[in-house]
């Protein structure tokens, strides 16, 4: 089973920038779309970012579009989440998600999760 840790959360301020990381546990991630998430307090889990399996393609909602990028490195079990400009209302837990089905890992269906890694941006 597929086992994913996220890391690289903290706090920030505004405008500021940060990288999260998501391993997973083996190798036949190199085969699943990967996806970012958050959750807020008192919010719905809201998706980030996703990218898929190649890598040749990547997916974000405009709220993040232009200031997050996603990306992988196969050889490492690793997809990153570069965060650059942020702002106070990114502050939430950030969860990695997979799943062999793209799709599905976009539409927080994915059949892996991690515990996520909590991204503060202070004003």
């Known amino acids: 089973q597929v086992q994913l840790v996220e890391s690289g959360g903290g706090l920030v301020q505004a405008g500021g920038s940060l990288r999260l990381s998501c391993i997973a546990s083996e190798r036949t991630f190199s085969s699943y779309a990967m996806a970012w998430f958050r959750q807020a307090p008192g919010k719905e889990r809201e998706f980030v970012a996703a990218i898929s399996w190649s890598g040749a393609t990547t997916y974000s909602p405009d709220s993040v579009k232009g200031r997050f990028t996603i990306s992988r490195d196969v050889a490492k079990n690793t997809v990153y989440l570069q965060m650059n400009s942020l702002k106070p209302e990114d502050t939430a837990v950030y969860y990695c998600?997979?799943?062999?089905?793209?799709?599905?890992?976009?539409?927080?269906?994915?059949?892996?999760w991690g515990k996520g890694t909590l991204v503060t941006v202070s004003s």
């Open positions: 998600s997979s799943d062999p089905n793209t799709a599905a890992t976009i539409q927080g269906r994915g059949a892996y």
